[in-house]
């Protein structure tokens, strides 16, 4: 079994043009129940806007979310994975720039995105799949 990103990744995920208003974001991140939009420009992705982007960079600042775009508050450049890279690959990226959201990106076309929530549900497949493999690999027939 493979433990390849391109198997565990959401494929649909909810999208947002660098023009839209923070107030359309959040109005999106609420609709999508998702938490995050990954921001579009001619169809390439730029950004990713979190609720927590929303939160700081608009609510806290108290700033007008109708006047901000969403290019403005996304987060960029985005920090991405391979649709080939494996689960442990794409946690360690996870790990190392303190995200939860991976956008599945491969010569600038966006494939889908994998979320730390993804990963563990498919932690103990992985442990357990390995686990067999050094057994395997080891122990004489």
């Known amino acids: ?3 390849s990103v391109k198997h565990y990744m959401e494929k649909s995920f909810p999208k947002i ?5 923070a107030t ?8 999508s129940g998702s938490g995050f939009l990954i921001v579009l420009e001619g169809g390439q ?3 990713i806007i979190t609720e927590g982007d929303l939160v700081g960079k608009v609510m806290a600042r108290e700033l007008d979310p109708a006047k901000i775009t969403a290019g ?4 960029s450049p985005l920090i991405t994975v391979d649709p080939d890279d494996d ?3 794409a946690s360690e990226v996870m790990q190392k720039n303190s995200v939860r959201r991976l956008p599945v990106v491969r010569d600038g076309i966006i ?7 993804d990963i563990a ?4 497949d992985y442990v357990s799949k390995s686990i067999r493999d050094i057994l395997r690999w080891s122990l004489p027939i």
């Open 24 to 31: 359309d974001a959040a109005k999106a991140i609420s609709d």
């Open 1 to 3: 079994m493979s433990y």
């Open 121 to 124: 549900q498919h932690c103990g």
């Open 45 to 47: 992705p730029r950004g």
């Open 17 to 21: 043009s660098e023009e839209a208003s």
């Open 72 to 75: 403005e508050i996304m987060s």
């Open 111 to 117: 494939y889908g995105v994998l979320t730390a929530q």
């Open 87 to 89: 689960l442990l690959k």
